[in-house]
């Protein structure tokens, strides 16, 4: 893809190319770490972006006084002197488990039930990158250029298990639900002081790009006698797209010691692109087969009773399109510095999850039948949430700075719609502890985050929108989460 980007001579005298060179250098590695690897695990949403928002539980858009200001709070960007750009390795150690309870009509039809179950991966780590680009500014004005990954998913499990009854006649894949997300945001951002530089107002664009992976089992009825009720077809979502919002802000100084923070984000609908893989298991049972074909009326009836007892499995790939919305927020943010050593900040923000309702996903193309694809449904309905959060830095010597932290924030995800593809799995507290040390223009810093989530029993399957196909994973879902974060942050 290409890209225009333009700039005047930098006021540091890195010159036209030197800034033309960090913007192109930041997408670059981005966008190489956007494609090598699983950029989160356990589909987990950590403290959020920077090592000093991370370090104070996300409580930093009162403070917004770094690089990640363009994410938190973009007013606070008046307060840069200089580009950042922080390079990290997260570690990430999530310990979910599921214990399933899926039986339909009390019924057992493959599910893991009574044993538990645990994803695919149990530790890793994760190379991010992000950063701001500080361009010339004129008068009171700051322009730059921000890039970073707001948001990720990985979640990878093995749920279901075709039982000896159902005859499936090839084998069926280990992990068989997944969920993959990744976006990337392009933040070109510009802020601007007044009143003697007590007042900061600021706004960001987004351009972001998302990749998304997304498999489920189905089973749907087929009219046969039990146990081969229930036709077992193997759905994988692969696409890509854009999608375009904003954030806003304002940061007024009341005095040297205390500060107030307002922001906000639009909503983002990205839209992908892909293909929808389709496969239907076919059946190993000649017994069934030739009944069902002694009771065809029809070649056609004939033939896809044939088709189901194959040697191959039936299978199809339509493209797909789709619409995700990632939600808007908006938050109050304080920081008191009770000396020039420390400071306090705090904040309450609303995430405004109810936007995303559903996921239509249109298919054109075949199903595995040879009939026109219909399109599906993801059924979602989350509520929106209140997060708060509790930060504390306190500067132990010119060159060193230790972080705490703290946040509260509820899951969105009702009952009804529950799944550990998307393991949001009950209200979250986080603790959060952190020490930078700063050695003229490059910080090293390392927070460590405990993540605890509270139990959650998920009783009844449902159908919220009568398809026919139940859009929950009954069970007992228990889980906490350590993060370690490494980081280097470099100011030029």
């Known amino acids: 893809m290409a890209k225009k980007l333009w700039c005047t001579e930098s006021s540091r005298g890195s010159g036209r190319f030197g800034v033309l060179w960090g913007v192109t250098l930041l997408l670059a590695i981005s ?86 179950t645990y994803p695919k991966t149990e530790t890793i780590v994760i190379p991010d990158f992000g950063g701001f680009l500080k361009l010339d500014a004129f008068e009171n004005y700051t322009f730059g250029v921000a890039v970073y990954i707001p948001a990720g998913l990985y979640s990878e499990w093995d749920l279901y298990d075709p039982t000896p009854a159902m005859d499936i006649r090839n084998q069926f894949p280990r992990f068989d639900h997944i969920g993959k997300l990744t976006v990337l945001d392009i933040h070109p951002s510009i802020a601007r002081s007044f009143m003697e530089e007590r007042l900061s107002l600021g706004a960001g664009l987004s351009i972001i790009w998302g990749d998304i992976v997304y498999q489920k089992t189905h089973l749907i009825p087929s009219g046969f006698p039990v146990p ?150 993801i059924m979602f309905l989350w509520d929106d949430i209140t997060r708060v959060s509790l930060g504390a830095e306190y500067q132990v010597a010119d060159p060193l700075a230790v972080r705490l932290g703290y946040y509260f924030d509820p899951s969105p995800v009702p009952d009804s719609t529950f799944s550990p593809i998307i393991p949001d799995l009950g209200d979250k507290n986080s603790f959060n502890i952190g020490a930078a040390l700063t050695l003229g223009g490059v910080e090293i810093s390392y927070n460590y985050e405990y993540l605890m989530f509270e139990d959650r029993n998920v009783a009844t399957l449902s159908d919220v929108n009568g398809d026919g196909i139940y859009d929950n994973y009954p069970g007992v879902y228990k889980s906490d989460l350590h993060a370690s974060h490494l980081l280097i942050t470099y100011r030029f």
């Not at 002197?81 to 150690?93: A, P, R």
């Not at 309870?101 to 019924?107: F, K, S």
Request: glycine share 12%; net charge negative; charged share 20%.
């Open 228 to 377: 081969h009720e229930n036709l077992l077809i193997d759905t994988r979502l692969e696409g890509d797209g854009w999608g375009f919002g904003a954030n806003f802000g304002a940061l007024y100084k009341f005095s040297d010691a205390f500060q107030l923070g307002i922001s906000g984000k639009l909503p983002v609908n990205l839209k992908f692109e892909g293909t929808a893989t389709q496969e239907l298991y076919t059946m190993n049972n000649e017994y069934l087969r030739d009944i069902l074909l002694d009771n065809a009326y029809t070649r056609a009836e004939s033939l896809q009773i044939l088709a189901l007892f194959s040697l191959d499995n039936m299978a199809s790939e339509p493209n797909a399109e789709a619409e995700l919305t990632i939600p808007g927020d908006f938050g109050v943010g304080v920081a008191i510095k009770a000396n020039e050593k420390l400071t306090f900040t705090g904040e309450i923000a609303v995430t405004f999850w109810s936007a995303l309702d559903s996921v239509v996903i249109e298919l054109d193309g075949v199903d595995p039948s040879g009939e026109p694809a219909e399109n599906s449904t």
């Open 31 to 116: 966008f190489f770490l956007f494609h090598t690897g699983e950029l989160y695990a356990g589909g987990y949403a950590l403290s959020g972006i920077g090592s000093k928002a991370i370090g104070m539980g996300g409580a930093f858009r009162g403070l917004a006084d770094d690089w990640s200001a363009a994410y938190w709070n973009p007013a606070g960007l008046t307060q840069l002197e200089e580009s950042q750009i922080t390079g990290m390795l997260v570690f990430l150690s999530p310990r979910p488990e599921y214990d399933p309870n899926i039986r339909y009509g009390g019924l057992e039809v493959g599910y893991r039930n009574d044993r538990l």
